[in-house]
């Protein structure tokens, strides 16, 4: 008896934009005029960036926060699974989806008074254009997660990172809608369960559906230039105190030199996370590779997946027309119209190779949707 949550009655939600608590009604209530915004049979093909074929039964884009709770009680109604779609930039579909698929198209950012410091932005935005955005205004701290793909709302599900930084230290609260509640909620950091490429949201990936992301930013410059790659690239520059500026002009170049750019090589990014090995594990592999590039990670030892990659031969090596790109063995590249089970085909076989050389399991950084539309994350 969910249902009447959404037809007769009034859902009431926590709003961060007023902090007071609001009421949903309106068009969450005319199931036909939803109806009329679900498209049927649409192509995704370019709504992912990995370039994979892809039809989706129902899909609706809309910006509309009750619009969308509607869209997802319909899909409740008929029984559908609900995917929400950023840029599809972390994702692996298969040929024919039975889903609703959501796009939030919502963008723009509030700043209020009352909380100076705290950036209050829509789930829709683009992420690198957000970041420049809000350099360009004078808001610092996300310069080191420059030219990162994908939305908003997709930045907190894998705890997106690079450089030395990882966006849960800015985040203040998600708003989601939870899917299986019916409810809207404000989650504060502390109940995301940020880790390594990871959150609540990417452990259930079907229940949350976040329409805006609350950064805590801030108006003085603390840069943050200690990550190696980084380092070396501002001193090239001949910078040592740099700036946020540099350090975003300097990320940029470094991801443009290494890592393709999705609209002209299908990609992911990286396809796998970074393994964490015991100290123990970690001292016996240095004996056998003593190049093996590592960092250490609380009392444990972090792997770099490209290095393991690389030596296991498969930098640049062509498959099916799937290959790990010749720059950075650990972003998967579809080259010409693979489909999903060519991209798992090779990247089983990449794990297969590491794992017998290194005794080592890397694990998957894109969810996995069947076509069931179910999501499975690693
Ligand atoms: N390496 C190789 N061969 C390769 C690639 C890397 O030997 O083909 C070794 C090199 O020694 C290099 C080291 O691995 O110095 C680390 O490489 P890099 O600095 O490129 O970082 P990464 O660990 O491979 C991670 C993130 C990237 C992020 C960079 C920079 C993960 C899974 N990936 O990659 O994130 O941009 O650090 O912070 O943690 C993404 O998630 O999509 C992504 C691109």
């Known amino acids: 008896m969910i249902w009447p ?39 995704l093909g ?41 840029e599809g930039s972390n994702l692996v579909l298969p040929a024919r989806l039975n889903a609703l698929v959501l796009q939030l198209t919502m963008t723009g950012y509030v700043v209020r008074s009352a909380e100076p410091d705290i950036v209050d932005v829509a789930a829709g935005n683009d992420w690198h254009q957000l970041v420049t ?7 610092y701290g996300l310069e080191n997660l420059a030219l990162i793909p994908g939305t908003v709302g997709a930045a907190p599900v894998q705890n997106i990172g690079a450089y030395g930084v990882e966006i849960e230290r800015f985040v203040h609260s998600v708003r989601v809608f939870d899917m299986h509640t019916l409810r809207w909620l404000d989650m504060p950091r502390a109940d995301c369960e940020f880790r390594y490429r990871h ?14 992301v609350r950064l805590r930013l801030s108006r003085r410059m603390q840069v943050n230039d200690t990550y190696g790659a980084l380092r070396e690239e501002l001193e090239r520059r001949g910078i040592g105190q740099a700036s946020a500026t540099q350090v975003y002009d300097a990320v940029v170049h470094i991801r443009r030199q290494k890592l393709p750019d999705p609209r002209l090589e299908a990609n992911v990014g990286s396809f796998f996370k970074n393994p964490v090995v015991s100290q123990l594990h970690y001292e016996l592999l240095r004996q056998q590779y003593p190049g093996l590039v590592a960092y250490p990670q609380g009392a444990d030892v972090k792997l770099a997946a490209g290095w393991l990659i690389e030596q296991a031969g498969f930098k ?38 590491v794992e017998s050389l290194f005794g080592v399991v890397l694990q998957r950084e894109p969810v996995l949707v069947s076509s069931d539309g179910f999501c499975s994350a690693a």
């Open 5 to 43: 949550l959404f037809v007769n009655c009034w859902v009431p939600a926590n709003d961060p934009r007023t902090g007071c608590t609001v009421r949903l009604h309106g068009p969450v209530n005319d199931r036909s005029k939803i109806r009329n915004k679900i498209r049927n049979d649409v192509d």
């Open 46 to 86: 370019s709504k992912n960036t990995l370039g994979l074929p892809c039809i989706a039964d129902y899909f609706c884009a809309s910006a509309d926060e009750d619009e969308l709770a509607g869209a997802i009680a319909w899909a409740r109604e008929n029984k559908l699974p609900v995917l929400v779609l950023g």
């Open 133 to 139: 955005e809000l350099l360009a205004a004078g808001w």
């Open 199 to 212: 959150s609540i949201f990417r452990q259930h990936p079907q229940r949350f559906m976040i329409t805006r």
């Open 316 to 353: 640049g090596k062509s498959s099916n027309g799937v290959c790990m790109h010749p720059r950075q063995a650990l972003v998967l590249v579809n080259q010409s119209g693979a489909s999903a089970s060519d991209v798992l085909a090779y990247a089983d076989s990449v794990v297969a190779k």
